[in-house]
């Protein structure tokens, strides 16, 4: 018999240590992720500020990492790829220093050929953090430039991502299986509502690209506190001049298909 008290009281500590190392991880896991922002760039020559110049800039998230955490790690280097995969094809082992020089060299190969040219080029990529709970983190990638033309080229990505992994999530982890037919009839009807479309016109008719039985969502989504968004680049389902096109839809509309 009196064995059994130091006996319990081995086990009643190792279950409480246990206990706390669960909830430690659990907070790791689950507590905003903290970043410093970060920019990185260059302008042509000695840019006069009181003017338009030349010059190419990111801006980009560093989640901070003091456990070298291989999930946030991983956040690291998707922001990364992202931002690379803006300004060249991938797998090209490019940096952004290597991004920032051509974009300038690229510019002064126009000087030499047009002396005359006096219009200044731009390209501004950013990536921001637009959301996160104790599961998911949304991001924005947005990029602005103009290298000549008629007017400047501009996108908008989103991507949500796994803080737990790391990796990037896609619809079909968010949705329960067969979700399609109940999301798509949402997302049009949302859309349709935005754009100031009745039921009894058609998307094409009204100058849309969307083919008869297309799905209306895309893979361009966001997450809320209060749900899921859908953004539509210019280019993307209709001409330039329509502009971009935003639909958000609540989870109270969708939480029969989401596994959220």
Known sequence: MKMIRPIFAVILLTVLFLSCSDEK???????????????FG??????????????????????????????????????MTKLLYTEIEP???????????????????QLEDFPEYDIPWYSKTQVSVVFQDE???TLKLSNESYTGGAHPNSFVNYFVINKTTGKEVFLNEIFKPNFEKVLNDVVAKKFRKVRNITSNKSLGDEGYWFEDGQNIFNDNFG?????????????DVAPYSFGPTLVEIPFSEIESITNL
């Open 42 to 79: 260059k302008t042509f020559e000695n840019c006069d500020s009181t003017k338009d110049c030349t010059s190419i800039y990111f801006y980009y998230p560093v989640f901070e990492n003091e456990t070298n955490n291989p999930a946030i790690n991983s956040i690291n280097d998707f922001v």
């Open 25 to 39: 991880n659990k907070n790791e896991s689950t507590a905003n992720l903290s970043f410093k922002e970060k920019q």
């Open 223 to 235: 997450l809320t506190n209060n749900g899921i968004f859908f953004y539509y680049n210019p280019y």
């Open 135 to 137: 599961n998911y983190l």
């Open 91 to 109: 797998d090209s082992g490019a940096t952004l220093e290597n991004i920032v020089n051509y974009f300038i060299e690229d510019y002064e190969l």
